[in-house]
């Protein structure tokens, strides 16, 4: 992965936690010199919704340090202090101007979210579709299974019965995301049956024999569940836009 820079070509372009790293790495390095504490502490100060583990953090410095991106500049004592070099700083404005739209993107889909759970403020415009390399990042951030719990529950509390299939258009109307079709379905299945909670949703097969469709319908205990998964979602809606808001704001400083 880091001889001669493979590494970071193979990243480049695709919306990651690595990817965000190497660009915090970049702009904090770009006018002086840090320590490598000093620069996990910049990470999760600027990513504090989503802070990242150390020994991850090491790794993303070693492998810019192998490809050269960037260099130990000098040490005091036994602290290691490194600078960008002028490959860092190419890689630095080639992957901002590639990223930024991107995780703008995220952005405004999660305001999109949290708009439909809130109504606080003015509704958001239209948004197009994320690309589909996008969306399983985007889903890591947002936790796609609380949003996806709290749809179904709400659509289920109006109706007398649901299809998932119908509530996956739906996701991906509203937002242009939504989690993967079979991730959707362990979720649909597991909320038959929620170990901390209980029964969330009860489903019937239209023909039991063939099992090609599915209606679902809310329990009493999703009923009085769902207010509680209303709020938590609230949250971190909100954190997830403050997340992407940090790092654009951050990497364009």
């Known amino acids: ?14 919306l990651s936690k690595m990817t965000i790293m190497r660009l915090v790495i970049c702009k904090s390095l770009y006018y002086g010199h840090r320590s490598t504490q000093e620069l996990l502490h910049i990470m999760n100060r600027v990513a504090q919704h989503h802070p990242v583990a150390e020994r991850y953090f090491k790794h ?12 130990l ?7 290691p202090y490194y600078t960008l070099t002028k490959k860092g700083r190419a890689y630095f404005h080639t992957e901002r101007k590639a990223m930024i739209p991107k995780l703008t993107h995220c952005q405004h889909v999660a305001e999109k979210i949290l708009y439909s759970i809130t109504k606080d403020g003015e509704p958001p415009k239209n948004i197009s579709p994320l690309e ?14 609380d949003i996806f719990r709290y749809y179904v529950l709400e659509e289920a509390q109006k109706k007398p019965s649901i299809v998932m299939a119908d509530m996956m258009r739906s996701i991906d109307t509203k937002f242009g995301w939504r989690p993967s079709r079979s991730y959707i379905y362990q979720l649909a299945i597991a909320m038959e049956d929620e170990p901390e909670h209980g029964s969330l949703l009860i489903g019937t097969w239209e023909d039991p024999r063939m099992r090609t469709k599915r209606f679902w319908r809310i329990t009493d205990v999703g009923e009085r569940f769902l207010p509680r998964l209303k709020q938590d979602t609230a949250d971190r809606a909100r954190k997830t836009v403050h997340f992407f808001d940090d790092i654009v704001t951050y990497v364009n400083e």
Not at 60 to 71: D, R, S
Not at 73 to 79: D, K, N, P, R, V
Not at 132 to 145: E, L
């Open 1 to 14: 992965r880091n001889n001669g820079g493979k590494g970071a070509d193979r990243d480049m372009g695709v």
């Open 60 to 71: 993303a410095m070693q492998n810019m340090n192998k490809e050269e991106n960037i260099v």
């Open 73 to 79: 500049s000098f040490q005091e004592g036994l602290t």
């Open 132 to 145: 589909a390399d996008d969306r399983s990042f985007f889903s890591s951030i947002v936790s796609a299974k």
